[in-house]
Structures are given as C-alpha cells and as structure tokens.
C-alpha cells in the first residue's frame, strides 16, 4: 500500500469513528445497462472519460496517479475542472476512488479535496450495479455550498450522462442533452447507529 492509499484508510477509519457527529456524504446506487468491464473502462480510462464525464481528461492509470476530469479544457488553468485530482484506488473491475476538489467559483476551498468511491458489481453479463460515494466535507458557508453544488452535479449531471452513454452512445459534446436526475438527492448522513 502506498502512501496515499494508507493516509486515504487512516482517514476513512478516523472519520468511521467520528461518524456519529453525523458525517455528510453524497451516495447512490444505480443499475447501469453495461457490463461491468465497460463501465469500469468508462470511469478508468481517458477514453472512457470522454464518453459520459467531460470532454477532457488526463487520467494515469496507477495508484497516486492524475485524475483529472476537464469539463472545460480551453479554459485557463484553475478554471478546467477536476485538475489536481489524484487516483486512490484502483481495482479492475470493481473498484475505482479519487481525490475531488470544489468548483472554481469557490476559491477558498478549490484546493482542498474530498473523495469519491465508485463501487462496481456484476449484476449479470450486461448490467452493472454502482455504488456512487462522494464524503470529506468540511464545515462552513462554502463548504455547504459545494455540497449543494455536487449533489445536483453527480445527481443531474455526471450519472445520468453515465446511463446514457451505455444506453445510446457516447455523449455529443457538441449538443450535450438534459436528462433526468438519478435521483431527487444524493444527500445522506455516516452514523454510528446511536
């Protein structure tokens, strides 16, 4: 294990503990029209990427390697997306997590970073059970702004593209369509039961 994946379960096991302050996150669980070999590609790769999540990406397929996720890629640095973001797990093909920063519009916490586990299981040879986890939220006015702001991003945006794109094709950057929430909201609490 390297260092990042152990400061990642250090941190996970720390925030298990704190759970009962009631740690927020952002969780779903959806029922993908694509094997699972598929979807973990649509996630794991470049190429992938491109097909639901952004129009860019710069993705280094290694534990502590890039994940970056380019929404906007003609735009200066610091405004493109995901940049800095970093690869925590990688287990083909089940299991994928990284490192995710807020939205440029809040610069105060651009650069701290939350987690985002994607959990993949074989439902059979053309469906894919996922398990969508975003939690490492901190506290304050922008903290709970990009808690907002992802709940309707992941909800609206990302996992709906994810269905399309295995229902339709990849997505037309060109002419991106709207498409229906995953769900009304992702929002969820880590409690210890008490």
Known sequence: ?????????????????????????????????????????????????????????????????????????????????AEGARLLVLEPPTRIAFTWDAPPHLPRIRGQRTIVYVDLARMDERRTRLRFTHLGWGRGADWDQAYEYFDHAWSAVVLPRLRERFAHGPIDWARVPKLAPVARTLKAELTDGR
């Open 1 to 81: 294990m390297n260092i990042v994946a152990a400061v990642a379960a250090a941190w996970l096991e720390a925030l298990g503990a704190a759970a009962g302050a009631g740690e927020r996150i952002l969780r779903t669980e959806i029922v993908v029209e694509g094997p699972v070999e598929q979807v973990w590609r649509a996630w794991a790769t470049e190429e992938g990427v491109r097909t639901f999540f952004a129009p860019a990406s710069r993705i280094e397929p290694r534990v502590d390697g890039a994940y970056e996720i380019l929404f906007f890629p003609e735009a200066p640095p610091g405004r493109r997306g």
